[in-house]
């Protein structure tokens, strides 16, 4: 697993967006029991803090220690510096195990694996994620081309999953449909340019190129802001769900 994000952490929980409450409440409607919930790949911890409020246990882990020292403190929530593919946790420990906007980074064999260990015979393994920001026409357009040609080559390999929106990665699990979430969200001008400035492309270019890109972005973007202090920003989500039905061994 790569860590692109221990870097400016505390503006990685400060800008990312998160996940619509109603995806919680369909989340908890399918857990009967409601144990421990493990949040791989945790980040901010905004997820599992969600989790904290209706599972007993919420065990939060991450490989950047700088994430886990930013991420949201609640009393039933453990956060643990730990490698996805590779934990201290018991075998059949866990009734849900989600992973937000991380599984693109992970090694799908050895994840797989070490779900299959610690997870509950029927628990619940939740893939979510979100697509590119949508604003309005004219922005999604010089925000495409920021994406698509001025950083397009500093992106990691991984990002094409979410580019295919998730339906490319490998999912041996007993997948079920899933409704459709509106994932908007009411932010400022700063918050957006915020936002942009936590991607790892970004953080990739600046590295190489000594400067940020974003800077000549924001002035384009305030072009068509208008006069309005915030605006209603969608960002498409990414969600696969499935349960364990049995102890294989994954193969991929």
């Not at 070490?114 to 619940?124: C, G, N, Q, V, W």
Request: negative net charge; proline residues 5%; hydrophobic residues 35%.
């Amino acid at each position: 697993m790569k860590d692109n994000f221990s870097s400016q952490s505390d503006q990685y929980a400060k800008y990312r967006p998160t996940y619509p409450s109603a995806f919680f409440d369909y989340l908890n409607s399918l857990i009967p029991n409601k144990q421990n919930a493990w949040d791989c790949g945790t980040g901010n911890g905004q997820i599992a803090y969600e989790l904290s409020k209706t599972f007993d246990t919420v065990y939060a882990t991450d490989i950047s220690q700088s994430q886990i020292d930013n991420a949201v403190p609640a009393d039933n929530i453990i956060y643990s510096v730990q490698p996805a593919e590779k934990t201290d946790f018991d075998q059949q420990q866990f009734d849900l195990i989600i992973i937000g906007q991380a599984i693109h980074w992970f090694n799908f064999g050895q994840f797989y694996s070490e779900i299959r260990r610690t997870a509950k015979e029927r628990a619940l393994v939740s893939v979510i994620g979100y697509g590119r920001i949508e604003i309005c026409e004219s922005i999604d357009r010089i925000i495409r081309d920021f994406y698509e040609v001025v950083i397009g080559t500093y992106w990691d390999k991984e990002r094409k999953y979410i580019d295919e929106n998730y339906t490319t990665i490998p999912f041996p699990f007993d997948e079920m449909p899933t409704p459709h979430f509106a994932n908007k969200l009411d932010w400022t001008l700063e918050h957006v340019i915020g936002y942009l400035n936590t991607w790892s492309a970004v953080k990739h270019f600046v590295k190489q190129n000594g400067y940020n890109p974003v800077f000549p972005l924001q002035i384009e973007i305030e072009k068509h802001w208008g006069g309005e202090k915030t605006r209603a920003v969608n960002f498409p989500l990414l969600l696969r769900m499935g349960a364990i039905t049995t102890r294989r061994q994954v193969r991929l």
